[in-house]
């Protein structure tokens, strides 16, 4: 990228940027992705097209990066409670019932949309999957230096579908929004005996 092209993209402050990422995400909770367009959110956040494209290339990339940046309490690494139970508690609870609810429903509804949308699903990928699998790799890491799990759990590939297991399992099977309280009880009877399990040999 030229040296112009680069300060065109930056003009826009944190301030601004975090507020249209806000309405980026009030209008998916409004409207849902497939109806969201570029001149909707233009309009909602009195910005040009032009601006838009500009910054984030098209919606996929744009709603990718609104999600990402409504994840709460910032990068995973910044947890480190020196017990894996302590770190997966403390990041659960880094978001409140009503937050979950809400993040719950809108996953559920990007997750329709990628089925149709590649552009939507590698930069869903790039932006949210992949930096969050880094970081929950990282949380196990310092679990497995401490000893508390052994480096070859085969558990340790399924940590991430474990997780998003507990949010669809609530909704799809006891018709309730997920909650810190649900989530660190899961996480305390499946996720950490399953991480901790002892290693067996298939022949």
């Given at each position: ?137 990282r949380v196990l890491d310092r679990a497995i230096d401490r000893g508390e799990i052994h480096p070859d759990s085969p558990a ?48």
């Open positions: 990228m030229t040296e112009s092209a680069t300060s065109r993209r930056s003009r826009i402050t944190p301030q601004r940027e975090a507020e249209l990422y806000g309405a980026v995400l009030d209008l998916l909770r409004e409207v849902g992705y497939d109806a969201l367009t570029m001149d909707a959110v233009a309009a909602r956040t009195r910005s040009s097209k032009a601006t838009l494209y500009r910054q984030w290339g098209g919606k996929p990339e744009l709603v990718a990066k609104a999600v990402r940046h409504n994840k709460p309490g910032g990068p995973f690494t910044d947890t480190d409670t020196g017990s894996l139970k302590g770190d997966l508690h403390a990041l659960t609870q880094r978001s409140d019932d009503c937050q979950i609810e809400q993040n719950s429903a809108l996953m559920r509804g990007l997750a329709m949309a990628v089925h149709d949308d590649k552009a939507l699903l590698k930069a869903l990928k790039e932006h949210l999957v992949e930096p969050e699998l880094a970081a929950f790799r340790i590939d399924f940590m991430m579908p474990m997780v998003i297991g507990a949010f669809a399992a609530r909704t799809l099977f006891d018709e309730q929004p997920p909650t810190v309280a649900y989530l660190l009880s899961y996480i305390d009877a499946v996720v950490l005996p399953a991480l901790r399990a002892p290693v067996t040999t298939i022949t």
